[in-house]
Nanobody, 124 residues
Framework: VQLQASGGGLVQAGGSLRLSCAAS????????MGWFRQAPGKEREFVAA????????YYGDSVTGRFTISRDNTKNTVYLQMNSLKPEDTAVYYC??????????????????WGQGTLVTVSS
């Protein structure tokens, strides 16, 4: 499975961005999907995950209520809508998928496939 993340950029605090992650090389609906982020000098952090049908979503504490994960199984794409952005949201954001058939884990080591990352910079 190949994952291609896009949509990052520079935004002011309080603004919004929507990240996209296009999947190819596999049957998309067989894969739960997740988003992680990594800021300079910090460990990779769980952001959000969604199950295969899109009926269940999970969020990290720092983004709950501000970010929304969704997926369009007809377009093989997962999204991350980010609202009320803060400077501390600045990071490289990665989309990821675990092995087919698994749930939507919240730990990075459970994910097998990773996109290349897209940089989000939030200015104060």
């Amino acid at each position: 499975v190949q994952l291609q993340a896009s949509g990052g950029g520079l935004v002011q605090a309080g603004g919004s961005l929507r990240l996209s992650c296009a999947a190819s090389g596999g049957t998309f609906i067989n894969y739960s999907m997740g988003w992680f982020r990594q800021a300079p000098g910090k460990e990779r952090e769980f952001v959000a995950a969604i199950n295969r049908s899109g009926s269940s979503t999970y969020y990290g504490d720092s983004v709950t209520g501000r970010f929304t994960i969704s997926r369009d199984n007809t377009k093989n794409t997962v999204y991350l809508q980010m609202n009320s952005l803060k400077p501390e949201d600045t990071a490289v954001y990665y989309c990821a998928a675990p092995s087919a058939g698994l749930g939507a884990p919240m730990i990075s080591t459970a994910y097998r496939y990773w996109g290349q990352g897209t940089l989000v910079t939030v200015s104060s």
